[in-house]
C-alpha cells in the first residue's frame, strides 16, 4: 500500500478483507480510506460496526 500511495497522484482506497482489526493499518500505510463490505454486512449491528469503522479511521488519521 505505502509503495503505491508514494508513486500515484490518485487517493488510494484500500479493498478486500478489511475489517476494524485491520483498518488502522492500511490508513498508517498510506491509503486514503477503505472498502468494506462484509465487515458491516455480516455484523449483528451493520449500523454499529459502520460506527466503529468510521471512528476508527478518524481517529487513525487525526494522529497520523
Known amino acids: 500500500v505505502r509503495d503505491i500511495t508514494n508513486?500515484?497522484?490518485?487517493?488510494?482506497?484500500?479493498?478486500?478483507?478489511?475489517?476494524?482489526?485491520?483498518?488502522?493499518d492500511i490508513i498508517n500505510a498510506g491509503a486514503d480510506g477503505i472498502s468494506v463490505v462484509s465487515a458491516i454486512m455480516s455484523a449483528h449491528d451493520p449500523k454499529e460496526a459502520a460506527t466503529e469503522l468510521r471512528n476508527e479511521i478518524e481517529k487513525t488519521k487525526k494522529y497520523k
Not at 484500500?14 to 476494524?20: F, M, Q, R, S
Open 7 to 24: 508513486i500515484s497522484k490518485h487517493p488510494s482506497v484500500g479493498i478486500g478483507g478489511l475489517n476494524l482489526s485491520n483498518a488502522k
